[in-house]
Antibody
């Protein structure tokens, strides 16, 4: 069974940092592109970041570019999102999502981890 | 960036109704259009990919159509478990973008 489990969310102060993790199981992690998608309270979905199988190609939304860094450790079946210079508008549930390259869609999602940025 | 415009933003319907949600892209995206369902406090679930292909395990009352810029998600006979928010998503070009969602409520 495919499972994606996020962790690392919590309360951070404006300007602070957090590191999210996504533990993958039930599939060959190194064979899939991965994404982070966030959802602010009561709002819609916003794509945040993308990383290819080996981490050689990475994309970011303009809203997080220069502040967030995505990475992966295929040996540990894990995806990460380092979030620096956090702002109030980064408050959201953060989901990791597996991308099936054949269908170009996010076919599995984690349960999400809540990040709250507040003083 | 490609803007995805969904309509309506919300609708009220009864069990058994036929429901149609539309999504328009600001430029052509061929058939790189996906639909997700999200229930309260849950992660989104993929329903339709490639504009019209049903994801494994999704009931056949869900269908998708369209290409280019205009797309439709149809629920042929609404069931109680279908009350949720539905999002379209383009995977044609970076940055991937989502519609703002359609909230399907019980009438």
């Amino acid at each position: 069974e495919v499972q994606l489990v996020e962790s690392g969310g919590g309360l951070a102060q404006p300007g602070g940092s957090l590191r999210l993790s996504c533990a993958a199981s039930g599939f060959t992690f190194r064979s899939y592109e991965m994404n982070w998608v966030r959802q602010a309270p009561g709002k819609g979905l916003e794509w945040v970041s993308y990383i290819t199988y080996g981490g050689d190609t990475i994309y970011y939304a303009d809203s997080v570019k220069g502040r967030f860094t995505v990475s992966r450790d295929n040996a540990k079946n894990s995806l990460y999102l380092q979030m620096n210079s956090l702002r109030a508008e980064d408050t959201a549930v953060y989901y990791c999502a597996r991308e099936d390259g054949y269908i170009e869609a996010f076919d599995y999602w984690g349960q999400g981890t809540l990040v709250t940025v507040s003083s | 960036d490609i803007q995805m415009t969904q309509s309506p933003s919300s609708l009220s319907a009864s069990v058994g109704d036929r429901v149609t949600i539309t999504c328009r892209a600001s430029q052509t995206i061929n058939t790189y259009l996906n639909w997700y369902q999200q229930k309260p406090r849950k992660a989104p679930k993929l329903l339709i990919y490639g504009a019209s292909s049903l994801q494994t395990g999704v009931p056949s009352r869900f269908s998708g159509s369209g290409s280019g810029t205009d797309f439709t998600l149809t629920i042929s006979s609404l069931q109680p478990e279908d009350f949720a928010i539905y999002y379209c998503h383009q995977s044609y070009s970076n940055p991937w973008t989502f519609g703002r969602g359609t909230n399907v409520e019980i009438k």
